[in-house]
C-alpha cells in the first residue's frame, strides 16, 4: 500500500480496494497503526 500511494496518483480509496479493503475508514486505521500516519498524510510526506 505504501508504495502504491507514493507512486501513483491513484485515489487512495482505490488502493484501499486494491489492497483488499471495502472500507477506506479502516484501510486508513489499519494503514496509520502500522506508518504512523494515515495514508494521506503519507502520500504529502512520505
Do not use: T
Request: with cysteine.
Amino acid at each position: 500500500a505504501s508504495r502504491l500511494i507514493l507512486e501513483n496518483e491513484v485515489q487512495l480509496k482505490e488502493i484501499s480496494v486494491h489492497c483488499g479493503y471495502s472500507d477506506y475508514h479502516l484501510f486508513a486505521r489499519v494503514f496509520r497503526l502500522h506508518f504512523g500516519k494515515p495514508p494521506s498524510q503519507f502520500r504529502e510526506g512520505g
